[in-house]
């Protein structure tokens, strides 16, 4: 009889990239019975050998705080109806139920995205204060929760080795691409640059636009505005020449942007949070075969000088990204070399398939 692994997740949507596509998929595939709980309000389905369950109805419409304090107990309810084998969220407003389903005798993973602590002090609607005090509560409460749970998964080394002092049984799964999400791109006629993500000021808005004015390249925006009020910005004169906002856009046109595009950016700021990061964009422009221009933090520097698949530039510093743009648009078989370099790099190491041994080594671990 298979053994049944149920991911759960209260905020995060069913065709989540790291939960869904990798995670739940990989494993799948390999001899397991996989539920994937969310609270989408959508119904429920089976897809890629996955089974997919909502536990809120369409008509519900929770508030932060009513999500945090009602969900949890909607899952709860079907965890005991499915008794997996093995529990495994991704959220931290889940600690309380994962450390709850762990007192009833089940298996619980806790899979760690981001580094909380840090997160929490770069929050811009906490005083300094505030964030203070509630980076040490959550950093605390994380703590003790991670010595009682079954297991931990670190997306970072950074997150791994700050969690690693309070359970032993912790294993590094990296976000990277799957390998042939994005066939390498063909660019005959590349004129533009690319960012696709969540676009706001932290993940230097407001310097990539304004290299893309002084370098006159044509910049395309693919994502979501977390500050809404940036999209004025992109009316005014002095952009709207030189930048194009796609909004959201499926992978099929993804593929196709990478393909009119020379560079990809992620020239994220040098906030605690993002210095440790494994910006997954990063690896898909490597994996598409485009060179990157990234900030020039050391973990990142290490990735992109090291194989020699892009620039790193001060990511506060608008002339420098501009430079970058230029010197790619200006020497193509240079920038060829250095997208060719970034693709092999992913098939050779940056990969999710690497990766999905860990998971599953973790799982038969637990399990045995």
Avoid at 17 to 43: H, L, N, P, T
Avoid at 240 to 258: H, M, P, Q
Avoid at 279 to 308: D, H, Q, R, T
Wanted: positive net charge; proline residues 6%.
């Amino acid at each position: 009889m298979k053994n049944r692994i149920c991911h759960i997740s209260s905020v995060h949507p069913r065709f989540d990239s790291r939960i869904f596509r990798k995670e739940c998929v990989s494993i799948a595939g390999k001899g397991y019975d996989v539920f994937f709980i969310v609270a989408d309000g959508i119904e429920n389905e089976k897809s890629e050998g996955v089974q997919i369950i909502n536990v809120i109805p369409s008509i519900y419409k929770f508030s932060r705080i009513k999500r945090i304090l009602k969900i949890p107990e909607l899952i709860e309810a079907r965890i005991e109806q499915l008794q997996p084998d093995l529990i495994h969220f991704h959220d931290p407003e889940l600690i309380p139920l994962g450390l709850r389903l762990r007192r009833k005798g089940f298996l619980v993973v806790a899979d760690f995205h981001e580094d909380i602590p840090l997160q929490i002090l770069t929050k811009p609607y906490l005083n300094f204060f505030l964030k203070k005090i509630v980076s040490a509560t959550f950093q605390l409460y994380q703590r003790y929760a991670c010595r009682k749970l079954s297991a931990v998964v670190s997306a970072t080394p950074k997150i791994h080795q700050t969690l690693i002092k309070y359970n032993p049984r912790n294993v590094v799964v990296k976000n990277y691409p799957i390998i042939n999400k994005f066939n390498q791109v063909v660019r005959p006629n590349g004129k533009c640059v690319s960012y696709i993500g969540g676009i706001n000021k932290i993940r230097g808005f407001y310097e990539i636009i304004e290299a893309a004015k002084i370098s006159k390249t044509q910049l395309k925006l693919a994502g979501v505005f977390h500050e809404p009020q940036l999209y004025d910005v992109l009316k005014h004169p002095d952009f709207s020449s030189y930048v194009d906002f796609l909004g959201y856009i499926s992978s099929t046109k993804v593929e196709e942007l990478l393909s009119e595009s020379y560079a990809g950016l992620v020239t994220l700021h040098p906030t605690l949070n993002f210095q440790d990061s494994l910006p997954i964009k990063l690896f898909e422009y490597m994996s598409a075969g485009l060179p990157v221009i990234a900030s020039n933090f050391p973990l990142w520097k290490n990735i992109v000088e090291a194989n020699n698949c892009g620039i790193c530039v001060d990511p506060t510093n608008p002339s420098q990204i501009a430079e970058a743009m230029n010197f790619l648009k200006e020497n193509p078989e240079e920038a060829k070399i250095m997208g060719d370099n970034g693709r092999k790099a992913v098939l050779e190491k940056y990969n999710w398939n690497n990766e999905e041994k860990k998971l599953i080594e973790l799982y038969n671990t637990i399990l045995s």
